[in-house]
């Protein structure tokens, strides 16, 4: 069995490169996913679900120590994009509100009408 660091709760780490070294040994038909999973001790559904996310179309990236697919990846970083935009609209309505505000107090006070 091959030795895998743990979190301090005890939890095994998979890194990326962990999951793609094995599952590529899967893919290339060197061992079943039974027999990688008696000779890793992790459970079958748990490989299977790596060897899903490689084997999609677009690709798997790594954020974070975990596989994610490409797609979703592109679809976190379109709506960042949009909110980043969002954001910079509110940012100039808010500017050109003080703007407003700052004329209108300074009329009021030329034209000498109390603070309230």
Sequence with gaps: MVRIAR???GRRIFT???KREHIGR???GE???AEL???LGIARGLLQRWKRLMSRGAG???ARSTMVPVTVLQAAEDHIRELQRLVGRQTVELENLRAALALTRRDRR???VPRR
């Design 60 to 62: 798997v990236a790594v």
């Design 37 to 39: 999973s008696r000779k």
């Design 110 to 112: 030329l034209a000498g």
């Design 16 to 18: 990326a490169e962990f």
């Design 7 to 9: 979190k301090s709760d």
């Design 26 to 28: 899967v893919l290339r």
């Design 31 to 33: 061992l079943t996913l």
